[in-house]
């Protein structure tokens, strides 16, 4: 488990994906150099090919393939972008 601040992010790798009952879920491609702000409501973060880099409360960090990040509702947003030269594909569970 990562300690950001005061917020409490985890990483885990995961079984493929399974219909998510408790929200909405955005699938999302981006190129290298382009970078998003996640919207409030997310919650998790799930990679799907290439690497992120994610920057949440002045912290970086940097999620792989595979791997979920859970992150507890903040006051401060997240921002996200592909790491390298391949563009990163990610899902994005919204709990609205």
Request: charged share 15%.
């Amino acid at each position: 488990m990562n300690e950001v601040g005061s917020t409490t992010l985890s990483l885990m790798h995961l079984p493929p994906a399974q219909p998510n009952t408790a929200g909405t879920m955005l699938r999302l491609l981006l190129y290298p150099g382009e970078l998003y702000r996640l919207p409030p409501a997310a919650r998790d973060v799930r990679i799907l090919a290439g690497r992120a880099w994610l920057t949440v409360a002045g912290e970086d960090i940097f999620v792989s393939p595979g791997e979920k990040m859970l992150s507890p509702p903040s006051k401060d947003s997240a921002l996200i972008s592909a790491l390298g030269h391949r563009p990163l594909i990610l899902e994005i569970y919204l709990v609205i």
